[in-house]
């Protein structure tokens, strides 16, 4: 619906500044009568007059002034909610629905999303944290990030693979202490191990160099089997055994003591991450600067 209290601003403003209605009309390349009559309606719709008209001048009355200051005003305004939409279209805003597992998102995700966050208060995040894979159109999910499975080779489904996790041996101090150093992976293998089963009942290889070559090797025996990845860092963390563990779960643990890393030369590439973002979806800025975030995630070296 057009506002007739908006027809004929611009006409009116080009009089004020240029002073005329001949240089008016060049400025809108409009003719110096459309301008004329274009002030004439709106004094006539107004009912007063904004100038005071000579053969060479236009003065503006006591009314005029007012009403040209208040044009002026409702513009600037106009012009800034428009650069503000404008620039928000590229900002992050609104709301974001992540699948992350559930330990890795607690320690590494969590962490830089809300850093995120902190730097685009309009972002809104929902964390699903669950080591399930989940349906993203049953549960409404925008991005999922998974450890392990195979690397997804049609990015076309919005597959993207950005990493590995890095595994380390380690033990606690008390473990060493009582058992000794291992200096090579014989003697490693040779220990009590700490072993950790899959959901899917399927016990997790030890990842080895084998002729210079990453190789899986599943232990003979086990002095305990856990099946939660926490629970697998605190019976390493009691003393119970070695395990080899993601680097990024026991950074912190390394970094206080509570935990010795063994053959610190052997770093190895585990399982790979992934993430997933329906491909349609992700030219959203908001889209965007949460997969930007997780795909510069340094822990997991």
């Known amino acids: 619906m057009h506002d007739q209290r908006f027809k004929n601003i611009h006409q009116f403003i080009a009089c004020v500044q240029t002073g005329s209605f001949t240089e008016a009309g060049k400025r809108l390349h409009l003719s110096p009568s459309a301008i004329s009559k ?3 309606a709106l004094e006539l719709r107004l009912d007063c007059r904004l100038f005071d008209r000579t053969t060479r001048t ?3 009355t006591d009314a005029g002034n007012t009403y040209y200051e208040t044009c002026l ?6 012009t800034e909610t428009e650069t503000a939409l404008q620039l928000s279209q590229d900002l992050p805003t609104g709301k974001v629905a992540l699948a992350l597992p559930e330990t890795f998102g607690k320690v590494v995700v969590l962490p830089i999303l809300c850093s995120l966050m902190q730097r685009y208060p309009e972002l809104r995040l929902t964390l699903h944290f669950s080591d399930t894979l989940l349906d993203l159109d049953q549960e409404k999910i925008d991005i999922a990030v998974r450890i392990g499975g195979d690397i997804p080779l049609d990015t ?3 597959f993207q693979h950005f990493g590995y996790e890095k595994m380390v041996f380690c033990a606690s101090p008390d ?5 000794g150093m291992p200096n090579t992976l014989s003697e490693l293998c040779a220990q009590h191990i700490i072993g950790y089963q899959a959901q899917n009942g399927k016990m997790k290889p030890w990842i080895i160099p084998t002729n210079n070559h990453p190789q899986a090797w599943h232990p003979s025996h086990y002095r305990l089997i856990v099946n939660h990845t926490e629970a697998h860092l605190m019976a390493v963390c009691q003393g119970i055994g070695v ?7 026991i950074k912190e643990r390394l970094e206080q003591g509570e935990l010795v890393m063994i053959l610190p ?8 991450l992934t993430l997933r973002c329906k491909a349609a979806q992700q030219s959203s800025p908001k889209i965007q600067a949460v997969l930007n975030t997780l795909r510069s ?4 070296n």
Not at 243 to 249: G, R, T
Not at 297 to 300: A, D, N, P, T, Y
Request: charged share 20%; no cysteine; glycine share 6%.
């Open 58 to 60: 236009l003065q503006l």
């Open 175 to 179: 473990f060493i202490e009582e058992y």
């Open 73 to 78: 005003q409702i513009l600037r305004q106009l």
């Open 297 to 300: 995630l340094s822990l997991v």
């Open 265 to 272: 030369e052997v770093k190895l590439d585990g399982l790979p």
């Open 38 to 40: 274009a002030i004439q």
């Open 243 to 249: 395990a080899q563990l993601p680097y990024w779960l």
């Open 156 to 158: 076309q489904e919005g």
